[in-house]
């Protein structure tokens, strides 16, 4: 029995000490890190919400590996912070993602980097080199970059038509990607009359189609236009209902404006429970 016991013991050793053959194997190569984190990102049927903090740490080590995608994605978590509140704002940390990822070449990282050397985030502001990180991005057809150039651009009589034209192809492509500021934008370059005629007639057009889009500033100036009949017919209907889309997108001059105009309505007794309803819908946004 003892001859038996010493044969099976190291049997038994070896068989504890086995690799368990079921478990998932731990990321090698930069896009198995990459993959990791984009699944520690998406909630499944095992987690209620997604972990933003274990797929921070396999970005950082894939972007540290030169995965180019980890670098943009992990810039963009730092530039709005996770979800779940557990990853905070950095925008130091951010610019620094970004620019590894611009120098591989991504057009994205230079729409972003742009925005935050614009608003002096993470960075000295630098007007001149976000407005070239935009151009980059703007080149190869990203609308947002081509809109926030063209936005800036078209503020400056000597610029605007570049910036005009900026803003038209931003409309053009966000019919793909979503950008209609820019065609609010627009709208307002003609209503004021920046390096071309006024000509609130094309105002009301782009505003239009901005105020389609789901932008709320376009929604508000468009509703107004409306309402007042300048330049378009006056449809009291319908810009109410144009002024309700932009206030329920929790657009607060919006509904500053439409609680004025319900209280002060010929009808504003039936108007107050609305008007208090926005009034605390207000509230609560500031």
């Known amino acids: 029995m003892k001859r038996r016991l010493c044969i099976l013991f190291p049997v038994c050793l070896l068989a ?17 890190m990459y993959d990791n984190a984009l699944a520690l990102l998406r909630p499944n049927t095992e987690h209620d919400a997604s972990d933003t903090e274990g797929a921070v740490q396999w970005l950082r080590r894939a972007a ?15 530039l709005s912070g996770g979800r779940d509140g557990k990853v905070k704002p950095d925008a130091a940390e951010a610019y620094k993602w970004f620019t590894a990822a611009a120098e591989q070449g991504s057009k994205e990282a230079h729409l972003f980097l742009g925005m935050l050397l614009f608003d002096g985030k993470g960075v000295a502001k630098d007007e001149a080199a976000a407005l070239a990180h935009w151009r980059t991005a703007a080149e190869a057809g990203i609308a947002e970059a081509q809109f ?64 389609a889009g789901g932008d709320p500033l376009a929604q508000m100036v468009y509703a107004q236009m409306l309402l007042l009949g300048d330049p378009v ?6 810009g109410m209902a144009m002024l309700r889309m932009a206030a329920g997108q929790d657009y607060a001059p919006a509904i500053a404006a439409l609680i004025h105009l319900l209280r002060n309505a010929p009808d504003a007794a039936a108007n107050e429970a609305e008007a208090e309803a926005w009034s605390k819908r207000l509230e609560k946004l500031h």
């Open 233 to 238: 017919p006056r449809d009291e209907q319908r």
């Open 64 to 78: 540290e590996a030169g995965h180019l995608q980890a670098q943009t994605d992990l810039g963009g978590l730092y």
């Open 16 to 32: 504890a000490c086995k690799p368990d053959s079921s478990a998932p194997a731990e990321p090698q190569t930069p896009q198995e």
């Open 148 to 211: 926030r150039l063209g936005r800036v651009l078209a503020r400056t009589p000597e610029t605007a038509q570049e910036g005009i034209s900026l803003l038209q192809q931003a409309v053009r492509e966000g019919q793909r990607g979503g950008v209609p500021q820019a065609a609010t934008a627009l709208g307002l370059v003609y209503y004021k009359g920046v390096g071309v005629p006024a000509d609130p007639q094309t105002a009301a057009k782009w505003y239009a189609l901005g105020a």
